[in-house]
């Protein structure tokens, strides 16, 4: 009546009815005026949107267990839709790639990640949305840590109609892990080379020996080395 306008309820607006239920309900307001435009009156209408506002409080309360979850994990978990935006990350991918988590939201992956990493990614992704689970390593520039090794898993999210509507991505750092797998690789590659050493090494001695012998035999002398030595 005030601004002679339409107005809404506040969001999370209850109507008890009489029999004790609690419905919730949207609610407009919209002024009635005469042929002179004068405001007359209000008409108010009620909307039952209980069933979508209970769908919408169990969405959020899955939402908040995956936030719990993502949290607890060390590594980056971030959710895309099918166009590559970013709808979900936590708090690992946000200090991996030096963003905020608002700032990563509604952000493509070449607006965050870089069109060369996503150069590389983008036909694991396009066989990730083809409805493909996929595993592998990838590397990851981040931002604090420098260029590390991702164990990464792309799994397709799918809608109500089973349809793929977007990407999970969870991702495991295992540069430690390479690392070692490098260095001890690189150890049996020394301890071969110098079994490779002395396997030469005692066979050029056995060489040197029959080579001495030969030359006592020749000399009409006992051979020194063998079964033969001193007789």
């Not at 992956?109 to 150069?119: D, I, T």
Request: hydrophobic share 40%; proline share 4%.
């Amino acid at each position: 009546l005030a601004l002679g306008g339409t107005v809404g309820l506040a969001n999370h607006t209850t109507l008890l009815a009489c029999d004790g239920r609690e419905l919730q309900i949207a609610d407009t307001a919209a002024p009635m005026r005469d042929s002179t435009g004068q405001v007359q009156g209000v008409v108010l209408v009620f909307r039952d949107v209980t069933e979508s506002y209970r769908a919408q409080q169990e969405l959020r309360g899955r939402e908040r267990q995956l936030t719990i979850i993502t949290e607890a994990l060390p590594g980056p978990v971030t959710r895309t839709n099918r166009e590559g935006r970013y709808v979900f990350a936590n708090t690992a991918f946000a200090r991996a790639v030096g963003m905020t988590i608002p700032k990563i939201l509604g952000r493509t992956r070449v607006e965050v990640l870089g069109p060369e990493n996503c150069a590389e990614l983008e036909p694991l992704v396009q066989r990730a949305l083809a409805g493909e689970t996929l595993t592998f390593e990838s590397p990851l520039e981040t931002a604090h840590d420098g260029r590390r090794r991702m164990l990464l898993t792309l799994l397709p999210e799918r809608d109500d109609r089973g349809e793929v509507c977007g990407l999970v991505s969870v991702a495991t750092d295992i540069t430690g892990q390479k690392l070692d797998e490098e260095k001890i690789r690189a150890q049996l590659e020394e301890l071969l080379r110098w079994q490779d050493v002395m396997i030469n090494r005692e066979a050029r001695v056995q060489q040197l020996k029959d080579e001495v012998n030969a030359l006592l035999i020749k000399a009409g002398h006992a051979p020194r080395y063998g079964p033969e030595a001193g007789k």
